[in-house]
């Protein structure tokens, strides 16, 4: 049941209608029920998933707050990585185990489906980010940052809250418990909110990146060979293909949660307008970067390998030189688990490689590229260099979608290839077969408005207090020409998928 | 103490007045590369070991913070 659906509307008509109703106590237990019955559509199996991972890191967190003494930091340890190892090893199976299988064996993924054993395997909804979710859970108990709970409820229900298994964002216990347990009462303009941010979300998955993606599909993954301007084009039809479909299903799942008074973390801040491709990364897929922050960078940094490594260097270089070389090495390992997270095939590991290599490298030449700045005059405050910086991410983060626009990282290098290769037939492909003038003009006309929203949120405008001080019959009017937008121009040929979901 | 952790800090941000300056981590003033040098210089400084533990915002977010978390260490 996906969230675009008609079952999913109906679901979560009665799920609000009841939640409302019920006395405050029964509220989170509702909530619980109802995440269950909404794994339970897809597959019932993915329940007893769900029911062990986050039992091993509740027992997990008990035992950390009971063996808390000096004498105990073995015990602890071993806890911890024992848990570590079954929650991940549990990841790795299902997710993991098929794809390495048919790399090496050549076998394609419906062959892989034939194969006994391989037919059995069930990827449980949500296991990326909620795997995630409940290692950060137990890591924080661990380090004291959190107190273990004691209500084994409370804690699945942070594993399993419905709106979250999609695509997640990945959230932490101490904000969400926050919300969950706090007194929830009716209020008209959670609802207008977030029913608000579902909308938005619609617009931009429905009426631009559903409509978007059939260009990248007939670009990257026809039988023709794109060349030149295609490619460009490719590329750029699928930086805003992703990004519609990716932070428009987390306002949908934002919006839903709100209604229900639940707040979820952020997990997009205009990305699009960053200055370098490691502000980038602090904007898009926010809760992902900050759990690699978190849960790999400090820890890998800290590490006593990692301490010793940096000792054997301090007799060769600068003290400032050792830091910059950790944090390019930490870069290079935690972009490289980045792209492993999305998945096992090779493009994800060299979609990894490729940031991480970018920004290990920007850390290295700090001092070089900060001599560039004052030999140029380079002033980051003046427009013109502000405008200079963000289309050089653009165009970093641009080349960079080219590892998802192909099935191998080979094939993405040949793509990046033929992209500076300008034939006659470059752009025929897109002039003749592809574009269907209209549809390109209405598209043009809806990223304006995604611009326009955008380019207010940035300047620090909160849109929706904005909205909500304009006079009633303009707001009619702008939430009758939502709906009017998403009913008309969405894409009607079916629910579309969200592409993180496969993730 | 106090004027050393300053100096450090200067060291990796320059552009900071951080004799007043709150919220360094939680207001997003330092970001995760300075935070791994400050940690790094501020272990050599002090002798002090600081591990993932010690890595909330609280204990980062004023040079008073640092100090009285680098105490707290000794």
Redesign the interface.
Known sequence: MGINTLAFLLFFVFGITVFYLLPQRLKWPFLLLLSLSYISFKDIRGIVFIVLSSLSVFLGGRLFEKRNEPKDASFRKKILILTMIFNLGVLFFVKYVKPIYGAFSGKTPPELDKIPFFDSIIIPLGISYYTLQILSYL?DVY???QKAETNYGKLLLFTCYFPQMIQGPISRYGALSAEFFKEHRFKLHNLKFGLQLMLWGFFKKMVIADKVGPYVQRIFFSHKEPYGLTVVLGLIFYGIQLYCDFSGGIDVIRGVSECFDVKLAENFRQPYFSRSL?EFWRRWHITLGSWM??YV???L??SRPMAKF?KSLKKKVS??T??RI??AI?DIVVFLLVGYWHGAESIYWAWGLYNGIILAIS?LLTDVYAGWRKKLGVDPKRKLWDNLFIARTLVIVTVGWIFDCSKTALGSLNLLKNAFIISKTSFEPIVLNLVDWVEIAELIIFCAILFKVSRMKERGVVVREKIEALPFAVQVIIWVGMIQLVACFGRSSGEVGFMYANF | MKETVIEILASIRPDVDFESAEGLVSGGIL???D???L???LS?EFSVT????E??PENFDSVDAIVKMIESLR
């Open positions: 890591l380090w004291g940052r490691g922050k978190d960078f400090y820890p940094s800290l940096k003290r400032v050792v830091n950790q944090i930490c850390a | 970001e995760s590369f935070l791994v040098s940690i790094s210089e050599d600081i591990s993932a533990k890595l909330v």
